[in-house]
């Protein structure tokens, strides 16, 4: 019965700790940009953005050849994300062998098969967010070619540097989503073992992400940058 309880109590504890950072980074990101990681590498991407569509012609290659380069990480990581679902999937119908023995917590049939629906689900997730970053990718591999000099705006007032950037950034927030699936997978894999390690991972997950996310640089030229694009945007 204690086993049990363990699930019961750590699981939902771990589960919080994971969810409860996301939540404080993105809202760090939201109002704090440049004192992320995510947050400065948007504003990076930007500038890198309007620098390749001030002349096309002349970067335009470059422009594409780097964008082709994060769909080609975009699509490695969909490939794994789908392969190991299915191999998952494939665990389930043969749930018969399980580590009983180096579990400890509930050893159930159903307990298992929730644990590794989990595992399946968070795969699942990551290769459909990467599928939608290869998509953004590829709308601005074509959108970052266009001379936006000689295109009038009264007649398209949508092709601008900033709503390529937009697409950009999108394309990159996907491919970061879908990595945090692949994040949140360790704790609910260890969780096959137990509450415990599972537990132990969501706190040591925390911990490394924490430095992962945060930059402790001096930011004074990304807010500059940012303000400048708020007053670019009013």
């Known amino acids: 019965m204690k086993s049990k309880t363990l699930d019961y109590f750590m699981v939902p504890l771990g589960l919080s ?3 409860a950072y ?4 993105l809202y ?3 109002k704090h940009p440049t004192k992320t990681v995510l947050g400065v590498n948007a504003i990076n991407r930007g500038i890198w953005v309007r620098t390749m569509m001030e002349d096309a012609s002349k970067n335009g290659v470059l422009a594409v050849q780097t964008l082709r380069n ?3 990480a975009s ?3 969909a490939t794994t994300a789908i392969m190991l679902s299915s191999f998952i999937a494939l665990l389930m119908i043969n749930s018969g062998e399980r580590p009983s023995k180096l579990v400890f917590g509930d050893k159930s049939e159903l307990w298992f098969s929730i644990k590794i629906f989990s595992i399946l689900v968070c795969f699942l997730a990551g290769f459909l967010l ?3 970053s290869i ?3 590829s709308h601005a591999s074509i959108l970052i070619n266009v001379p936006v000099k000689k295109v009038s705006s009264p007649i398209h007032p949508h092709l601008t540097q900033e709503y390529v950037a937009r697409a950009v950034n999108r394309g990159s927030y996907f491919w970061s989503l879908g990595l945090r699936a692949f994040y949140f997978s360790f704790p609910l894999f260890l969780w096959i073992f137990g509450p415990i390690p599972m537990i132990i991972c969501c706190f040591v997950l925390v911990f490394l992400l924490y430095f992962l996310d945060v930059t402790f640089e001096s930011s004074d030229l990304g807010s500059s940058v940012a303000n400048r694009d708020e007053e670019e945007g009013t």
């Open 75 to 77: 699509t490695l990581l």
């Open 130 to 132: 990467n599928v939608q």
């Open 135 to 137: 998509r953004y990718y």
């Open 28 to 30: 760090r990101i939201l």
């Open 17 to 19: 700790v994971m969810v």
């Open 70 to 72: 994060n769909i080609m």
């Open 22 to 25: 996301h939540i404080w980074l």
